[in-house]
């Protein structure tokens, strides 16, 4: 099936001051735990510095895109939630549809439900043209992590890295990246238990770090255990600074999402606490949000902020770097384009920003959904 986009070169969207949402609440069961008070109080209101200054239309028409990466070649390859497809899209905005028997078995195997389906990827490494591709993926019985090599427009067969990571219709994770040091990190979620995420022995509400065989990395807090951090609800966005810190995004319940600094062996603190304040044996959040406001679904880090895209906020979150932690966040993208899923900075040091209406919880627009090429002074 090939999926109807448009694509739209230099049309620049001026920044507006459009009001926050009016989309369901991403997060749905009625677990609860204590809240804490607040890490920062996020502003709406840009500084002087970090502001957008351009906003292109690169590609529309995209079918629930919800996974970014970009190739060695300045292509990204997108993934299709629903329609668990990848896509090929050129800075130009020309896309082109990866065929070939990992495709097919993409098809087969991915069991789209909720917001599961096919969900992220990442690039782990390229030799002579090729590239092999990590992908999370919605199953029967499980969400998993299979890996197969794209070679031109052709996925070749793939194979499972990592499966048995409980699946549910709301909080799968998905984000895949490999960190600095060269290692596979996967997010994942509670699933609809919370417990499962203080369980070491449990897949679900952790990130894990993996070699690309899907074997626990050496330097792992357990060396036989995959879990690098523990205590989360629903990581979809992972990035690191230029310095090696490393940050991820955190979908709260009912009250604070969440920006939390990520420490090898942390716990953080789900489902015992939501937000921020001083809980022995949990790690604290560096910035936190209301979930109207936020609800953060991809994160990319440059070399002077991290930035969240907004689902239910309908915002891109800057959080600016400091040497000692993170400054006051600021809004940037208010309302304007609807829902964010991803963020991630591209080769031209822009940002590709994929908007996320047509999940089924947003008001999808003409066009809709779309990568927006933006640009931040």
Same mark, same amino acid.
């Given at each position: %099936?090939?999926?109807?986009?448009?694509?739209?070169?230099?049309?620049?969207?001026?920044? &507006?001051?459009?009001?926050?949402?009016?989309?369901?609440?991403?997060?749905?069961?009625?677990?609860?735990?204590?809240?804490? $008070?607040?890490?920062?109080?996020?502003?709406?209101?840009?500084?002087?510095?970090?502001?957008?200054?351009?906003?292109?239309?690169?590609?529309?028409?995209?079918?629930?895109?919800?996974?970014?990466?970009?190739?060695?070649?300045?292509?990204?390859?997108?993934?299709?939630?629903?329609?668990?497809?990848?896509?090929?899209?050129?800075?130009?905005?020309?896309?082109?549809?990866?065929?070939?028997?990992?495709?097919?078995?993409?098809?087969?195997?991915? +069991?789209? /439900?909720? @917001?599961?389906?096919?969900?992220?990827? #990442?690039? =782990?490494?390229? &030799?002579?043209?090729?590239?092999?591709?990590?992908?999370?993926?919605?199953?029967?019985?499980?969400?998993?992590?299979?890996?197969?090599?794209?070679?031109?427009?052709?996925?070749?067969? =793939?194979?499972?890295?990592?499966?048995?990571?409980?699946?549910?219709?709301?909080?799968?994770?998905?984000?895949?990246?490999?960190?600095?040091?060269?290692?596979?990190?996967?997010?994942?979620?509670?699933?609809?238990?919370?417990?499962?995420?203080?369980?070491?022995?449990?897949?679900?509400?952790?990130?894990?770090?993996?070699?690309?065989?899907?074997?626990?990395?050496?330097?792992?807090?357990?060396?036989? /255990?995959?879990?690098?951090? =523990?205590?989360?609800?629903? +990581?979809?966005?992972?990035?690191?600074?230029?310095?090696?810190? %490393?940050?991820? &995004? @955190?979908?709260?319940?009912?009250?604070?999402?969440?920006?939390?600094?990520?420490?090898?062996?942390?716990?953080?603190?789900?489902?015992?606490?939501?937000? #921020?304040?001083?809980?022995?044996?949990?790690?604290?959040?560096?910035? +936190?949000?209301?979930?109207?406001? #936020? &609800?953060?679904?991809?994160? #990319?880090? $440059?070399?002077?902020?991290?930035? =969240?895209?907004?689902?239910?906020?309908?915002?891109?979150?800057?959080?600016?770097?400091?040497?000692?932690?993170?400054?006051?966040?600021?809004?940037?993208?208010?309302?304007?384009?609807?829902?964010?899923?991803?963020?991630?900075?591209?080769?031209?040091?822009?940002?590709? +920003?994929?908007?996320?209406?047509?999940?089924?919880?947003?008001?999808?627009?003409?066009?809709?959904?779309?990568?927006?090429?933006?640009?931040?002074?």
């Amino acid at each position: %099936m090939t999926v109807r986009r448009t694509a739209w070169v230099g049309l620049a969207v001026a920044v &507006s001051a459009l009001a926050g949402c009016t989309s369901p609440a991403e997060s749905s069961d009625p677990t609860t735990g204590p809240s804490r $008070t607040a890490a920062a109080s996020p502003s709406s209101s840009a500084p002087a510095t970090g502001q957008v200054s351009g906003v292109d239309d690169i590609i529309g028409d995209l079918a629930v895109p919800w996974g970014i990466a970009f190739l060695p070649d300045g292509q990204a390859v997108i993934t299709l939630r629903d329609a668990a497809q990848l896509v090929l899209v050129g800075p130009d905005g020309a896309a082109t549809d990866v065929t070939g028997p990992g495709a097919d078995e993409l098809a087969d195997v991915v +069991v789209p /439900s909720g @917001e599961g389906g096919l969900l992220g990827v #990442a690039v =782990l490494g390229s &030799s002579g043209g090729a590239v092999d591709l990590a992908l999370y993926a919605t199953a029967a019985d499980d969400n998993r992590v299979l890996r197969g090599t794209l070679d031109g427009s052709t996925l070749g067969e =793939l194979r499972p890295i990592v499966t048995g990571i409980a699946k549910a219709g709301n909080h799968d994770g998905g984000r895949l990246a490999v960190g600095p040091d060269g290692y596979l990190y996967v997010t994942t979620g509670d699933a609809g238990d919370p417990p499962s995420a203080q369980d070491p022995d449990s897949l679900n509400g952790k990130i894990l770090r993996l070699t690309s065989d899907g074997d626990p990395a050496p330097g792992n807090p357990d060396e036989d /255990s995959p879990v690098w951090s =523990l205590g989360h609800r629903n +990581v979809q966005g992972i990035g690191w600074a230029p310095d090696g810190r %490393m940050f991820a &995004s @955190e979908f709260g319940q009912n009250t604070w999402d969440e920006l939390n600094l990520i420490e090898p062996g942390g716990n953080y603190g789900w489902p015992e606490v939501e937000g #921020a304040g001083a809980v022995d044996g949990f790690v604290e959040p560096v910035a +936190v949000w209301a979930t109207d406001d #936020a &609800s953060p679904s991809g994160l #990319a880090v $440059t070399a002077d902020a991290v930035y =969240l895209a907004g689902l239910r906020g309908e915002r891109l979150w800057r959080v600016p770097l400091t040497d000692d932690g993170v400054g006051t966040p600021h809004a940037l993208l208010d309302g304007e384009r609807g829902r964010l899923r991803a963020v991630e900075p591209a080769p031209d040091g822009s940002l590709w +920003v994929i908007t996320g209406n047509t999940d089924g919880r947003g008001d999808p627009r003409p066009g809709d959904d779309r990568i927006l090429r933006v640009v931040v002074d």
